[in-house]
């Protein structure tokens, strides 16, 4: 039921004739994002004093998750090496669910707690909204590494 | 759910990564049904079941009642 005919490390495209490594697309158009973003850090004048290095500076950082991100778009599973080819029937796929909805609920409950932190604290209602939403996808990332962790782990 | 996954592969002498190719599945995915730890959903059971030209009643079984 598999066709592990051709299947490379980081897949193909599944975009045009469907030969063209993934890679090749993703890395052009995640550096154009990374460079296009770091203009945009410049204009809106968070890149630092000196623009050039701050520039470099977001540019360098952003253009590997803009790589990831269009190599996502862009793959082909069936190209990927060692990739299922029914990922929604393996185990992995019910751990994920199971981890996601659990850390949602950690979440819920977080942010319920945090809200009332902040009433009730001196101060509180001041409370950065950026470090706040930073504080909930930590969190959620923590509680769904933890939970799929311990999934794996007891199966 | 209990099985006879792992008998019925063995009968084959399949690896486990043998029959999870040829259910399109993880490896992962076939230790845990072998051990009875992940009940598969109905296709997937159907798949093992057409993989091993066997009937699914042959294969996977209730918890007998307690």
Redesign the interface.
């Known amino acids: 039921?598999?066709g592990?005919d051709h299947r490379t490390k980081w897949g193909r495209s599944k975009i045009g004739s469907g030969r063209v490594p993934a890679m090749a697309i993703a890395i052009p158009f995640g550096v154009v994002i990374g460079f296009l973003l770091s203009l945009v850090a410049v204009w809106a004048g968070i890149a630092g004093p000196d623009p050039i290095v701050g520039a470099a500076a977001f540019a360098l950082c952003l253009a590997v998750p803009a790589t990831m991100s269009v190599w996502v778009l862009v793959l082909d599973r069936s190209s990927l090496e060692g990739a299922?080819?029914?990922?929604e029937?393996?185990?992995?796929s019910?751990w994920y669910t199971k981890a996601a909805a659990g850390a949602q609920t950690d979440v819920i409950l977080l942010a319920g707690i945090a809200a009332l932190a902040l009433t009730l604290l001196p101060g509180g209602s001041g409370a950065d909204p950026r470090i706040v939403l930073l504080g909930v996808i930590g969190a959620s990332f923590v509680s769904f590494s933890i939970r799929y962790q311990v999934l794996r782990r007891t199966? | 759910m209990r099985n006879v996954v792992a008998e019925h592969r063995k009968a084959l002498e399949w690896s486990q990564q043998k029959l999870?190719?040829?259910?399109?599945?993880?490896r992962?995915?076939v230790?845990?049904i072998e051990?009875g730890?992940?009940d598969?959903?109905l296709?997937?059971a159907f798949?093992i079941a057409t993989v091993f030209e066997r009937p699914i009643e042959e294969l996977f079984f209730p918890e007998p009642p307690e």
Request: hydrophobic share 35%; proline share 9%.
């Open positions: 039921m598999t592990d299922a080819e029914l990922p029937e393996s185990i992995e019910r199966a | 999870a190719d040829e259910l399109g599945v993880s992962q995915t230790i845990s051990r730890k992940f598969p959903s296709p997937l798949g």
